[in-house]
C-alpha cells in the first residue's frame, strides 16, 4: 500500500508552489483570525525554512507521507511543534494539490513560451538571411514549384505564433484559483478566497468547488498545445532530417548538433533532430495518458488524479529540450544554397509560371494554357531540357502565341520574385513577413 500509495518520488517536484500556496492560505487564516497572528507567523516561518532547506539541497523523505504536501506539513510540525497542525484548517489536499499544480503548470507555461519565443527569434534571424535564397516547394515530397527558403522557415514561425497562443489561452483559463474548495464542499471557516487567489497571482477564485478539486483541464490544455507544439517541431526535424540526406544536401549539420558512428567514420547523423521528432511520439502519449486517465472520473477527488503528474512532467521536460535543441539547429545550421537553387529549378518547377503567362499575355483560359504547357514540359523531358533551356521555335511550334518574352518568368528567380500575392513567396513578401513578425513580438 505505501508503495502504490507514494506519489512523494515525483511531486516533490512542486515543492515551492505547494509552500507558495501554504504561504497564502495560513496569511489568510491570520488576517481573518481563523488562527492567531502569532501561529500564523511562526507557520510562515517556518515554510520559509523548509524553502530554504530544499533550496539548498532537500529535505527528508519518506514514502509513508505520501506527498510534497504531507511532507512539508510535517517537516514543519519538525520545526515549529503543535502550530504547525493549525496550516490544514479549512483545507484539504485536494484543494492544496489542485492549487500547486496549477501553480506549476503557470510557471511552466510562462518558460515553453520563452523557449518558443527564442526559438521563432533564431528562425527569423535565419529567414532574413534567406529571404532571397531559392529552393523547391514540395507537394507530395515531388519539386512543386520554387519557393524562397525565408518563406519556408517562416511557415514554421507561423506554427509557433499558433503554439503560443494556445498556451496564452490555456494560462488565461487555468489561473482561477482552487484555494478553499478543501475537500470537495467548500468549509463553514471565514476564508477570504479572493485574498489567497490574489496572494498566488490568480486572477479570481473558482467558481464551483465540486470542480475545483476535480478538474485537470489545465494540465489536459497544457499537454495538448506540448503535443501540438511538438508536432510542429517534428515536422521540422523530418525536414531537417531529408535535408542533411546526401541526396538532398540541403543543410550541413555543425558537429555540435550531430553524432558520428561507431563503425563508419563518413557518418553525421541528425541524431538531434531524429530525437525531436522521436519525442514528438511521446508527447502525443503524454495528452493520451491523461485523457484515459480523466476520462471515467466521477466527481470529485479520485486518487487516479494523482497519476496527472508524471505525463505533466515528462512532456515539460520534453518539450524545454527539444525546443532548445531545434533552436541552436536553426541558430547553426549551414544551408547550401548552391544546392537548393540546382533542385529548384528541375522536375520543371516553373511550369506554372508558363501557364500563368499563356493566361496573362495571351488572353488563353487557365486549362488551355495548362494543356499547352504539359506539352511543353513533355518536350523539354524529351529533349532533357528545362523549360527555360527550350528554344523558342520549338514552344512556338506547341502555340504560336508564344513569344520571347516568356523567358522573363521561366527562371527560378523570376518565378519566386513574382508570387507577390499576401502570404505569398516572393522576397519582398518575405521580408516585410519577418518584420510583422518582428512587431507582434
Ligand atoms: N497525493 C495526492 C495527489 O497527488 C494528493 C491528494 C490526496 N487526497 C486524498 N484525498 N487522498 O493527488
Not at 148 to 175: C, E, S
Not at 305 to 320: G, I, N, R, S, T
Not at 359 to 379: D, L, N, S, W
Request: glycine share 8%; net charge negative.
Amino acid at each position: 500500500m505505501r508503495d502504490i500509495n507514494a506519489s512523494i518520488p515525483f511531486d516533490k517536484r512542486l515543492w515551492r508552489q505547494d509552500i507558495a500556496g501554504s504561504r497564502a492560505h495560513a496569511a489568510m487564516l491570520g488576517a481573518q483570525g481563523i488562527v492567531e497572528a502569532a501561529d500564523a507567523a511562526a507557520i510562515d516561518a517556518g515554510l520559509a525554512t523548509i524553502a530554504a532547506e530544499y533550496e539548498a539541497g532537500g529535505v527528508p523523505e519518506d514514502l509513508a507521507l505520501e506527498d510534497i504536501h504531507m511532507t512539508v506539513e510535517t517537516r514543519l510540525a519538525a520545526l515549529i511543534g503543535p502550530a504547525a497542525g493549525r496550516l490544514h484548517t479549512a483545507r484539504s489536499r485536494n484543494d492544496q494539490v489542485a492549487t500547486s499544480f496549477k501553480l506549476w503548470v503557470r510557471d511552466a507555461i510562462d518558460a515553453i513560451d520563452a523557449g518558443l519565443a527564442a526559438f521563432v527569434a533564431a528562425l527569423l534571424t535565419r529567414a532574413e538571411e534567406h529571404a532571397a535564397t531559392v529552393m523547391p516547394g514540395f507537394t507530395h515530397l515531388q519539386i512543386a514549384q520554387p519557393v524562397t527558403l525565408g518563406h519556408h522557415l517562416m511557415a514554421y514561425v507561423a506554427m509557433a505564433r499558433r503554439d503560443r497562443g494556445r498556451f496564452a489561452d490555456a494560462r488565461a483559463r487555468l489561473n482561477e484559483c482552487p484555494l478553499g474548495s478543501a475537500a470537495l464542499a467548500g468549509t463553514g471557516f471565514p476564508i477570504d478566497r479572493a485574498a489567497t487567489a490574489a496572494a498566488l497571482g490568480f486572477a479570481r477564485p473558482t467558481a464551483n468547488s465540486l470542480d475545483s478539486v476535480s478538474d485537470r483541464d489545465f494540465a489536459l490544455e497544457f499537454l495538448s498545445a506540448a503535443a501540438l507544439t511538438g508536432l510542429h517541431l517534428s515536422r521540422l526535424a523530418e525536414e531537417i532530417v531529408v535535408w542533411a540526406s546526401q541526396p538532398f544536401g540541403f543543410v550541413h549539420l555543425p558537429d555540435a548538433f550531430s553524432t558520428g558512428s561507431s563503425i563508419m567514420p563518413q557518418k553525421r547523423n541528425p541524431d538531434a533532430a531524429e530525437l525531436v521528432r522521436g519525442h514528438a511520439g511521446r508527447l502525443i502519449g503524454d495528452l493520451t495518458a491523461l485523457l484515459v486517465t480523466m476520462k471515467g472520473l466521477p466527481l470529485a477527488y479520485s486518487k487516479d488524479m494523482q497519476d496527472d503528474k508524471p505525463p505533466v512532467f515528462e512532456a515539460y521536460d520534453l518539450l524545454a529540450l527539444s525546443l532548445a535543441a531545434m533552436t541552436g539547429m536553426v541558430e547553426t545550421l549551414t544551408f547550401v544554397p548552391d544546392r537548393m537553387a540546382t533542385a529548384a529549378g528541375a522536375g520543371f518547377s516553373t511550369a506554372t509560371d508558363l501557364a500563368d503567362w499563356l493566361v496573362r499575355e495571351a488572353q488563353i483560359p487557365f486549362r488551355e494554357a495548362h494543356h499547352i504547357t504539359g506539352r511543353a514540359v513533355k518536350a523539354a523531358e524529351a529533349a532533357g531540357t528545362g523549360l527555360a533551356d527550350l528554344p523558342l521555335v520549338d514552344l512556338q511550334a506547341i502555340d504560336s502565341r508564344i513569344d520571347a518574352r516568356v523567358f522573363d518568368v521561366l527562371t527560378v528567380a523570376k518565378s519566386v520574385a513574382s508570387r507577390t500575392s499576401f502570404g505569398g513567396t516572393a522576397p519582398d513578401r518575405v521580408r516585410a513577413a519577418i518584420a510583422a513578425a518582428r512587431a507582434a513580438a
